[in-house]
């Protein structure tokens, strides 16, 4: 994989970097409507380490973040039950875009607009290093999930489905 540039900063990476956060920094070629395997693909890991940002509300149209490998489906049922609400479904994009200050296909967790509860699936957790959004489009950080629930303060569900 070649050493890529610099990246220009954006909320996350200024997030991150005030965090004391250690992050690469991997720019791609972004495609519309390419998801994860995508990203996965161009940077020559692997889909299952790629951490999607989910915007979804609750049955009171509250705001909450799941962060979900690339491979896998989140499970509303479940992730409803896990967190004591009848409901949870994913915004429309502009929903999502207004809660979270990011344009979808470059949501990241870090720097959002507004605070919302971040739920990441157990396994995440499990990986060594892991590669989600840095907050614009075609752009991936590479981080030890240690440090996203450390300063994410992300709790832990179990919601993967396979896709």
């Known amino acids: ?19 004391a956060v250690a992050f690469t920094e991997h720019p791609y070629e972004y495609e519309e409507r390419g998801g ?6 161009k940077l020559g890991v692997p889909e299952h380490a790629v951490i999607k940002t989910l915007v ?13 490998h690339g491979d896998r489906e989140v499970s509303t049922k479940n992730l409803a039950r896990q967190i004591g609400k009848k409901r949870v479904e994913p915004c429309s994009p502009d929903v999502a875009q207004r809660h979270s200050g990011y344009q979808v296909g470059g949501t990241s967790p870090f720097g ?7 739920y990441v699936e157990k396994s995440v957790l499990e990986l060594e290093r892991i590669w989600i959004n840095g907050g614009r489009r ?25 896709k």
Do not use: C, Q, W
Request: hydrophobic share 45%.
């Open 138 to 162: 075609g752009f991936l950080v590479g981080i030890d999930p240690k440090e996203l629930v450390r300063v994410s303060k992300a709790t832990a569900v179990e919601v993967a489905l396979e």
């Open 1 to 19: 994989m070649a050493k890529a540039s610099h990246v220009s900063e954006t909320p996350a990476t200024a997030f991150l970097k005030k965090n």
């Open 112 to 118: 959002l607009r507004k605070p919302m509860p971040i």
């Open 56 to 68: 979804m509300e609750d049955d009171e149209k509250k705001p909450l973040v799941v962060l979900m």
């Open 36 to 41: 994860t395997r995508v990203s996965s693909e």
